[in-house]
């Protein structure tokens, strides 16, 4: 199923900004960060299969570029915004940790 199928309230931007971050799972965010999926797989079952693949988030945190370009339907594109969102993600834990 296609994210342009889902009802506006189910959709995983809209209810981003309506609901806030923590409404949503981990695919929906991911889905949200990816945009767009592959003829005949949508978003979700792109980020469903991203987080399956790396066993999770922590998995995906882990994951090297060079892993990232196995996975059909991420691009360079696509890779290099993960791996982007996957620096600050790791940035913002090492600083939290030495502010401790």
């Known amino acids: 199923m296609s994210i342009k199928d889902l009802p506006l309230t189910l959709r ?3 209810r981003l900004l309506s609901c806030g971050a923590q ?3 981990a695919e929906e965010l991911l ?5 767009t999926g592959l003829p005949g797989r949508g ?4 980020a469903r299969s991203l987080l399956q693949e790396f066993k999770g988030l922590a998995g995906l945190l882990a994951a090297q570029p060079q892993d990232l370009r196995r996975i059909k339907g991420l691009g ?8 982007a969102v996957m620096e600050l993600a790791r940035r913002t834990l090492d600083q939290s940790l030495q502010s401790r």
């Open 12 to 14: 995983p931007r809209e």
């Open 23 to 25: 409404a949503l799972a």
């Open 31 to 35: 889905a949200v960060l990816l945009r």
């Open 43 to 46: 978003v979700m079952g792109l």
């Open 76 to 83: 360079p594109a696509k890779r290099a915004e993960l791996v």
